[in-house]
């Protein structure tokens, strides 16, 4: 176990049977070592943000705000990349 841990690119094979063969823990540990980037956001931004996520979406909820950064991070990785 000690081995992938903190791995970013741990893959079911890096796992051990024990937890390949328990699903739902497979998939905890395999999520977990994901990356996360946390943003905080004025009052101003957040207002911005909620209209840009309902006018694309129809509404504001976690599913449509995660979906909204993640394309705004594909957005500006390809911009970055293509220079």
Do not use: C, P
Not at 1 to 13: N, R, S
Not at 29 to 43: A, F, P, Q, T, V
Not at 62 to 72: D, I, N, P, V, W
Request: proline share 0%.
């Amino acid at each position: 176990m000690a081995f992938w841990l903190g791995k970013v690119d741990i893959q079911e094979k890096d796992l051990s049977k024990f937890f390949r063969e328990r699903k739902k823990l497979m998939e905890y540990y395999l999520d977990e070592m994901k990356l996360r980037i946390i943003i905080k956001l004025n009052l101003e931004e957040l207002k911005e943000f909620e209209k840009a996520v309902i006018q694309k979406y129809g509404s504001f909820s976690s599913l449509h705000s995660k979906k909204a950064a993640q394309t705004a991070l594909k957005q500006w990785i390809q911009e970055i990349l293509s220079k």
